[in-house]
């Protein structure tokens, strides 16, 4: 399972050195619409692939986390189908970028990107678990 993040590491460098980014399978999704989600108690994940000592500073309420390092071996914790909404985020994209494509190549076909990640919904004042 280390071997898929090395060799998405790899693939990252050798994208970024070559110009062309990485394509994330991720539509985008904004602070607000996740509050919202939030409110309704939809049946979507927020999955913070942060760090376990990051998560454990402030989260977004009712996040789960699973590091981006340790993503493809614990697949099985995501808790949701493989359609129904993932919201994926970290610090500022990159990890999160990581962890979209492990999912993807899992089969999971609703993955979302938080805009702005961890950064931006910290900023903006919003609920924040401990």
């Known amino acids: 399972m280390k071997n898929i993040y090395f060799l998405l590491m790899a693939s990252l460098a050798l994208a970024s050195g070559c110009g062309s980014p990485i394509e994330s399978p991720a539509v985008p999704i904004s602070v607000s619409e996740v509050t919202e ?4 108690e939809t049946d979507s994940i927020i999955l913070d692939v942060r760090s376990k000592e990051e998560f454990e500073k402030g989260h977004i309420p009712g996040a789960i986390n699973i590091s981006h390092t340790e993503i493809a071996a614990r697949i099985g914790e995501i808790g949701v189908t493989k359609s129904e909404q993932i919201i994926v985020h970290c610090q500022s994209g990159g990890r999160a970028k990581l962890a979209q494509l492990v999912l993807d190549e899992n089969g999971f076909t609703n993955i979302r990107d938080l805009e702005g990640h ?8 919003l609920p924040v678990e401990l």
């Open 37 to 40: 989600l939030i409110q309704t």
């Open 118 to 125: 961890w950064a931006v919904w910290s900023a903006s004042g």
